[in-house]
């Protein structure tokens, strides 16, 4: 208790060192005239003798008050007291100082810790948008749907879309979401046709079953042994032009036509799709993963080898799949005339429709830059793409020479327009040729494009690919003085 209460005294002493100061010397002064009073009063009987008082030389701050003592004690106690006074001022002095001193000191220290506090509020705030967007990325993995599921990030400034009107290059887009249309055969024989009339055609198998690489390559081990797959140059950091160019392999066609040429496939592209999707999910992939294609085929050196570049898709909507969309300027949808593959063909037509607005049902501006689509979670993949129709397979006639499929063809046929257009939002392009059933088709070489037996096979894809031509002339022959003339006409060059 003593202790606590000597502790107390002790620290309201150092916090009031003005009010010990006048305590002190209101205690003195008192002190003072009582002794004075009591001098008076004891020679009060005794006659005034004369006070002699005598000044010292030195400052009372140098001097002690045993120097120049005065005659009278009283004149020596007001010294004493005179000089304590001037040394408590002195001390409340130089505690005011430190006083001033500790309290500047705090300021610094709080300014420094407001700081240290605004940083960490701010680095709080970071960390709760990297967990919104998170969470925001768990959710699309949790709910995931497709082209909502690749739309819920808009794509980078860079690399930029170029137009078709700066290219020399003109890239399709083969793709249908079911099966068994003969997607990859009609992708590998229109090649043919349009390299037969000294086109050149850079072929892309982006699916990891590799059929368009098995129909076009003859010895598909060399290409696996110098890996020039296509699943290895989307594993590069920098997957530019160039390196796509390396990996391309000459496709022996007949007649010595050396104007195609196919970048392979392996199965190890379902895995190199799968790893880079993961990254990208999670943010640790630096570059946009769905404009990997974008970056390389839009590269002026890739117009300088070749005028066509088909890209055989996955039905499914891989990672390759996007980003052929992403680059592309023309889809091409191939489909069979039966209940399942007309189904197939719509839901593409409103995948193609979703992915090129920044919602469903959205209208498109006519740019190619994709619109800013704030406050929405569906962004615009592929706005500049454009559809040349869809092309009939597996065509089985009941009267060739009459032109008339099978009955059941003819029923699917006639439901076709109707249900094109609803799913696409407009009338949808069917062209003319089919492509006759042939058992052998999906397993005849491309180098027999033209046998003598499948001349007729060869004829058909001849007329396909003339009509593709005019069907881009048609989209493009409003810029017809910066379009290639090979592409406006549509006539046949000499090799």
Avoid at 37 to 53: C, E, F, T
Avoid at 94 to 105: A, D, G
Avoid at 338 to 357: E, H, P
Wanted: a positive charge.
């Amino acid at each position: 208790m003593w202790h606590d209460l000597w502790h107390l005294i002790t620290q309201w002493v150092r916090d009031n060192p003005e009010l010990l100061a006048a305590f002190v010397l209101g205690a003195l002064a008192v002190l003072s005239f009582v002794v004075v009073w009591l001098w008076k009063g004891g020679r009060s009987h005794q006659p005034i003798a004369p006070v002699v008082v005598t000044i010292p030389m030195a400052s009372a701050s140098e001097s002690s008050p045993n120097q120049a003592m005065p005659t009278s004690e009283s004149g020596q106690a007001t010294d004493r007291l005179r000089w304590k006074y001037k040394l408590l001022v002195k001390r409340y002095k130089r505690s005011k100082q430190t006083c001033t001193q500790l309290t500047e000191q705090l300021e610094r220290e709080r300014a420094a810790r407001v700081d240290e506090v605004h940083e960490l509020k701010t680095q709080v705030q970071q960390k709760e948008q990297e967990l919104e967007a998170l969470r925001t990325r768990l959710r699309i993995l949790e709910n995931r749907e497709g082209d909502v599921f690749w739309q819920s990030h808009g794509l980078p400034r860079e690399p930029a879309f170029v137009a078709k009107w700066h290219r020399k290059q003109r890239i399709v887009s083969f793709l249908n979401f079911k099966g068994g249309v003969g997607k990859t055969t009609i992708a590998a024989f229109l090649a043919a046709a349009l390299a037969e009339q000294g086109r050149r055609v850079l072929l892309l198998d982006l699916d990891y079953q590799g059929s368009l690489s098995d129909l076009c390559v003859q010895s598909l081990s060399e290409v696996f042994e110098k890996r020039l797959l296509i699943d290895n140059f989307l594993t590069r950091k920098q997957p530019d032009a160039k390196a796509l160019l390396d990996r391309a392999t000459e496709v022996h066609l007949p007649g010595g036509f050396a104007k195609c040429s196919i970048v392979a496939s392996s199965d190890d592209l379902q895995q190199v799709e799968t790893r880079l999707e993961n990254r990208w999910l999670r943010g640790v992939e630096t570059m946009d993963v769905r404009t990997i294609l974008l970056s390389a085929l839009h590269d002026p050196r890739i117009g300088e080898r070749f005028e066509f570049v088909f890209l055989d898709c996955p039905p499914r909507q891989t990672l390759a799949c996007i980003n052929a969309l992403v680059c592309s300027d023309y889809a091409l949808v191939p489909t069979r005339l039966d209940k399942l593959s007309l189904n197939g063909a719509c839901r593409v037509l409103r995948t193609l429709r979703m992915l090129k607005s920044a919602a469903p049902g959205e209208t498109r501006a006519d740019t190619y830059e994709p619109p800013p689509a704030q406050g929405t979670l569906v962004h615009p993949l592929c706005p500049q793409l454009e559809l040349l129709g869809l092309v009939i397979n597996f065509a089985r006639w009941y009267r060739k020479q009459e032109a008339k499929l099978i009955r059941s063809q003819e029923e699917v046929k006639a439901r076709m327009p109707h249900s094109t257009a609803q799913a696409w939002g407009e009338d949808v392009h069917v062209f003319s040729t089919y492509i006759a059933e042939r058992d052998e088709a999906d397993r005849l070489p491309l180098r027999e494009f033209n046998r003598h037996d499948g001349a007729e096979f060869a004829d058909a894809f001849r007329a396909l690919a003339a009509q593709v031509l005019e069907r881009v002339a048609q989209y493009e022959g409003s810029c017809a003085e910066i379009v290639p003339s090979c592409i406006v006409s549509g006539a046949p060059r000499v090799r």
